[in-house]
């Protein structure tokens, strides 16, 4: 059963995904974005067979609930006739060539350190409380979480500032 | 039966009769919505289909199905078809976490009881928005556009308020299993979390009208200023369907007030907070469950028609200025009081 479902998830996903690139029927931004909200609730899907409860959920909500959304609120105010008729670049492809290719070592080089045995399943489950204590442990992963948080702090400060009309109030 | 024969026919039911006590509920919240509608306003109001015009669902329901169905020539086809489908979808997802019940027999009365139960109705709940901009971009059409971009900015923003204003309750309970919220809530009508957390039962309701759509803060389908906004396009069915997403929408929002503020199916007497043992205690919990639901449903109607709307910066002021930093300030109280306690 987990089986199936995995395979049936898994091809959504990538189908998906390259209709997110390459949709052969429609050059619509909004249509591209539709399909990544499809590969994300896929890519849910596959935590949960995981029984990763708690990242599945994450995924959609913040995915699939806020960063998408944000993506259409822009997408429907464009002049997106503008951009359906640009052509690529070829320095456009190289480079998204080469930042394709990195990640796909990324990835392999990850997968090859940590081994493809079914003894690494369990580790991805997790109970919130699990979690937050991982999180939360000097030793575990407070340093890291605590850097994300004053990056995350950063980018909040420098959008407000970006975005702020008069800069010389703040 | 084995185990799980019995398990997958019993979460069918469940399932089934969830859907169908919802769809009853949101027929008849429409006829309650214009009767006390009618009442506040000094009218009558539908009173003709029936006794008390309770046949009028019926007669709604055909109406919408044998009007014509008329798709304008300029909107944008498939995601016009798309989305009415999609405004229905997160509500009766949402059903499957929330406990209506403690148990009958042996049978726990919610069809899935996960240990993020909160989180989850939070993640498929902002699944929502999609199906009001894309309403409103199908359309190709000014008004609603502007509707469908004031919801946008509405839902990912009061999501925030209304995330960040249940971690006390979550925090308090120790679990963000919703059985297990009912379950803290126990022993006493001052366990219920609306008085040992009242700022955060207000910003909670506060934010569920706003990611409900309603009243005071309708501004994606606001009448006078955007004729209707996001749905101006849609006809028969197609616009009954965003109508029914809307009252789904408010059953499911009073159903997770009820369950994280007032106890769920609980009442301090009578010995009804504690899981029922016997078939009558257990029928007796999903009526607790259902009258705290419509006593909800009757506070979302009656806010629709007292009260006037918000002006779009001072929706925005009221979510980003208010609602937000008292949530925050309210989880830092909650967590050092608790801490002082401990």
Redesign the interface.
């Known amino acids: 059963m987990e089986g199936i479902l995995f395979y049936i998830i898994s091809a959504v996903a990538v189908l998906c995904a390259v209709m997110v690139v390459a949709n052969p029927f429609s050059k619509n931004p ?2 591209s974005a ?1 399909f990544l ?1 499809v590969t994300i609730i896929s890519l849910a899907g596959l935590f949960v067979l995981l029984n990763a ?2 990242i599945a ?2 995924q ?2 913040i995915y ?3 960063v998408v ?2 993506f ?2 822009v997408l ?2 464009i002049d997106l006739n503008e951009e359906q008729k640009r052509r690529i670049k070829f320095a456009t492809i190289i480079s998204g060539l080469i930042g394709a290719g990195a990640m796909i070592y990324v990835i392999i080089s990850a997968l090859c350190k940590s081994g493809f045995s079914s003894a690494n399943k369990n580790a991805i489950e997790g ?2 409380s699990a979690l937050g204590n991982a999180f939360f442990s000097r030793g575990e992963f407070l340093l890291p979480f605590e850097i994300v948080s004053v990056l995350l702090l950063v980018a909040i400060c420098g959008s407000i500032y970006i975005a702020a009309k008069d800069k010389n109030k703040l | 039966m084995s185990n799980e024969t019995a398990f997958v026919v019993f979460s069918a039911i469940k399932a089934i009769a969830g859907f169908s006590i919802m769809m009853f509920m949101v027929a008849y919240v429409v006829l309650a919505e214009r009767r006390v509608c009618a009442f506040i306003q000094d009218r009558y109001g539908p009173n003709r289909a029936g006794p008390f015009g309770l046949l009028q669902p019926i007669a709604d329901a055909v109406k919408a199905f044998i009007k014509e169905d008329f798709t304008p020539a300029h909107v944008r086809k ?2 016009f078809w798309l989305a009415p489908a999609i405004i229905m979808m997160p509500a009766i997802i949402n059903l499957a976490v929330i406990p209506f019940g403690s148990q009958l027999g042996k049978q726990p009365m919610v069809i899935a009881d ?3 139960g909160v ?2 109705i ?3 709940a ?2 929502g ?2 199906g009001i ?2 309403a ?2 199908a359309a190709n059409s000014k008004y609603p ?1 502007i509707g ?2 004031r919801s ?2 509405q ?2 923003s009061y ?1 925030v308020a209304m995330a960040l204003s249940i971690i006390p309750v979550l925090m308090i309970a120790g679990s ?1 299993s919703l059985q297990e919220i009912v379950g803290a809530q126990s022993g006493g009508f001052f366990k219920w979390f609306v008085f040992q957390q009242p700022l955060a039962f207000a910003i909670f309701l506060g934010a569920s009208f706003a990611e409900t759509n309603r009243t005071p803060f309708d501004l994606p389908e606001a009448e006078q200023e955007l004729a209707g906004g996001y749905n101006v396009e849609y006809s028969a069915i197609k616009f009954a369907m965003f109508f029914m997403g809307e009252y789904a929408n408010m059953i499911l929002a009073s159903a997770v007030i009820v369950t994280l503020f007032f106890g769920g199916w609980t009442l301090p007497i009578f010995g009804l907070d504690k899981p029922a043992q016997t078939l009558l205690a257990g029928i007796a919990h999903i009526c607790i469950f259902l009258s705290k639901l419509c006593f909800f449903l009757l506070v979302f109607i009656w806010t629709r028609w007292m009260f006037p709307r918000f002006r779009y910066d001072q929706l925005m002021r009221l979510s980003w200025k208010a609602f937000v930093p008292l949530a925050l300030i309210n989880i830092a109280v909650t967590a050092i009081l608790m801490w002082i306690k401990k």
């Open positions: 909004i249509t539709l909200v409860f708690f959920i994450v959609i909500l699939a609930g806020a959304v944000l259409l609120f429907m105010l109970s919130p | 498939v995601f996960l240990n993020i989180l989850y939070f993640g498929i902002s699944l928005v999609y901009v894309l409103g971009y556009l469908g971009v946008a900015a839902l990912v999501e963000m």
